[in-house]
């Protein structure tokens, strides 16, 4: 199948290191979005691209936080400096873009615990 | 105050119930009202979509939304044990990039 696909699943870490995680959407999909979601939280916007152009960053997206999506297909969410408040679940979606359905197809996410 | 508000619950019901979710938004220019289901430590699966104002009928489940009272509703009939997860409401403007705003889920537990 071709569902959203992240990496890692679960990653722990230092306070301070960096991570990266990966996302590939849906390969059809053009619009592909970031969110965190903390326990017992509903999922909240971070960021999204249109092929390779990120067309909006939430202010939760501090500058310790970069988005990519070089060549408009995967995408990396790189968190520099971690602390601990950044442990969350971060979900990746993507979507077509068009005047269809507006859902959203979520991925399975990548658990950061920052120790 | 968050724009989508949704009781956290958890609401737990014995099998065959109905279970009933609701949420209420601030913002009346959402058009688009979604209802995803996740499991513990899983990505959100959309359940129900539905624009505007109305109803909507899929099986076991039952979506509502009256944008006058900015009120959204879910219903489970029949309600079985793998029915139980974090519902959450999601609403969209439908302008340029289907961004979603989540309300903060529902947990439902459904006992045999």
């Known amino acids: 199948d071709t569902g959203v696909s992240q990496d890692p699943r679960h990653k722990i870490t230092k306070r301070g290191q960096n991570v990266t995680f990966r996302c590939d959407p849906i390969?059809?999909?053009?619009?592909l979005y970031w969110y965190r979601q903390t326990l017992g939280q509903g999922p909240e916007f971070l960021t999204y691209?249109?092929?390779?152009?990120?067309?909006?960053k939430s202010r939760l997206l501090s500058d310790r936080f970069s988005a990519e999506r070089p060549k408009g297909s995967f995408s990396t969410l790189e968190i520099q400096r971690t602390e601990q408040g950044d442990s969350a679940m971060y979900l990746c979606?993507?979507?077509?873009?068009?005047?269809?359905?507006?859902?959203?197809?979520f991925g399975e996410g990548s658990r950061l615990t920052v120790l | 105050q968050k724009e989508v508000e949704q009781d956290p619950g958890p609401l737990s019901v014995p099998e065959g119930a109905i279970v009933s979710l609701n949420c209420t938004y601030s913002?009346?220019?959402?058009?688009?009202f979604m209802w995803y289901r996740q499991y513990s430590r899983k990505g959100p699966e959309l359940l129900m979509y539905?624009?505007?104002?109305g109803n909507k009928e899929d099986g076991r489940f039952t979506a509502q939304v009256d944008k006058s009272s900015k009120y959204i509703s879910l219903f489970i009939r029949d309600s079985q044990p793998s029915d139980s997860a974090t519902y959450l409401c999601?609403?969209?403007?439908?302008?340029?990039?289907?961004?979603?705003?989540f309300g903060g889920g529902t947990r439902v537990l459904v006992k045999p």
């Open positions: 979606a993507s979507s077509p873009s068009g005047t269809g359905k507006k859902e959203l197809f």
């Open positions: 390969s059809e999909h053009n619009r």
């Open positions: 691209f249109q092929n390779e152009a990120q067309l909006e």
């Open positions: 913002n009346s220019a959402f058009q688009y």
């Open positions: 539905t624009y505007s104002s």
């Open positions: 999601a609403m969209s403007y439908g302008a340029a990039g289907n961004k979603l705003t």
